[in-house]
């Protein structure tokens, strides 16, 4: 045996004759190789490469072709192309691009939950983070702690997707809140107890499975104590013929704490113009309050942030949240025996319910609107606010069905509902829009007899936000409705995660399922669409 055989049998390694480990070693006559895709798609390859469609390089080179590579590049001719990455989406499947299908979304969404979920830990000494005594939902990306209005649809999803114990901690934790501090702060933090946002508790209340008359009293004491919280102070704006509505404010003047720059900036910005720098800051923390921070709901001139003027304006989305919450005191009081507290509620709502339709309604252009302090008439923005009196059934059926036709005439976007009709740059304008608008303007006028719109805004919007997920893998805060795409502007980066957005997706799904499986693929530019409802 030679020396070689014999340490490969030390070695554990089979041995053979000489002679046929030779023949099996000789080389072999080469394979044909698949051409790259360089050489499949030559001057595709190239533009896709050198124009940078997507940032990394090897992205486009590992993806999958849809179809037969010689009858894309039969199709592919530069000069007619209007939309390289358009095309691209179209033909081939891009990893961590397009290899998300949108029938996929709901799934996503209920695996995200967990994710989201954050447990009640004492904060640390000198942490801006408030004590919460149950588990909760975060929005997602730098929202890091519970919102107030952003949780009601998120809780709509976590309803329709069996996370009905979640929802009761939720409540939970808004009802001790109420109780520790008078009131739901704008987000969980420190910075944030001086303002509320859109007072939605009374409305989150009404998704409770809980039949405990202990917990239900609890709940009414804390939805009374929030209404009072609201009913003083500069919340509170006496009308022309003496009824008293409801306007966003901020008991602080300063600049908010997490945008404190910004606001620095802005003041001095209007005080060049001769504004108060105070009065100022408090219309920027009174916008952050009313949740549309910012748009040009708000400004004076429609388009400059400086000449914001929160306080000046009587919103029809708060008082029709405010006779919400009345409405259900009077009922919840009715059903606990309080006939004195009954009497008095419903006596609130039904004067309410005349200064809106006074006051936040134009008859001459067929739809509801904010009020203007100075000018004292409603004011000329056309936003997707005039959806709320519907949501809450304070609209009557013409005024439901004039507002459908302004809806479709001045709202309507190709992938949603949006939120103005302005463009300024501020994230609450168009081409934005945004989960929760969807959501009360697809229930508010499915309750009053516009189905078909209602549905239509739905397809329109989900196809909107399946095609992103399938682009991203990711669900998004806002969402440009014109170009079915990631939304812009603002103060930040758009965030992803996000709990608002995968509440009103589940809840859509919920109350059509078909809806999810009839969108297009995110190759299918425009098909599936059908609006028909």
Known sequence: MTRLSTLMLAAGVATMPVATMAQHTAPVAPQHQPPSPADLFGPLFVAVQTQKIFPDGKTFVDAVPKRDPAAIMADFD?????????????????????????????????????????????????????????????????????????????????????????VESMLADFTATIERYGHIPNGMRSYYLSRSQPPFYALMLDLSKTIDPALAARRLAALRREHDYWMRGGRVVTMPDGSRLNRYWDDRDTPRDESYAEDVATAAEAARAGRDPATVRRDLRAAAESGWDFSSRWLADGRTLATIRTTQIVPVDLNSLMLAMEERIATRCHAAGDQACAAAFTGMATKRRAAIQRFLWTPREGRFADWD??????????????????????????????????????????????????????QWDEPNGWAPLQWIAIDGLARNGEEPLAKQIARRWMATVARTYAETGKMLEKYDVAERKSGGGGE???????????????????????????????SGEGQGMGDAG
């Open 78 to 166: 530069r000069a007619r192309i209007g939309d390289l990455k358009a095309f691209v989406l179209a033909n081939f499947t891009v990893p961590g691009v397009n290899d998300h299908e949108p029938k996929d979304l709901r799934a996503h969404v209920r695996s995200l939950w967990p994710m989201l979920v954050r447990q009640p830990v004492p904060p640390a000494p000198g942490s801006s983070a408030l004590p919460l005594p149950e588990p909760y939902v975060v929005p997602g990306g730098r929202f890091r702690e519970m919102y107030y209005w952003d949780s009601y649809f998120t809780m709509l999803g976590l309803a329709a997707d069996g996370q009905q114990p979640l």
């Open 492 to 522: 930040y980066p758009t965030q992803d995660g996000f709990g608002w957005t995968n509440g009103v997706a589940s809840a859509i799904d919920a109350r059509w399922p078909g809806l999810l499986a009839d969108l297009p693929s995110p």
């Open 373 to 426: 302090m100075a000018t004292r008439r409603p004011t000329p923005a056309v936003t997707a606010a005039i959806l709320y009196p519907l949501f809450v059934g304070a609209a009557t059926p013409a005024q439901a069905k004039a507002t459908a036709a302004v809806v479709r005439a001045q709202l309507l976007g190709e992938g949603g509902l949006r939120t103005t009709t302005r463009r300024t740059g501020q």
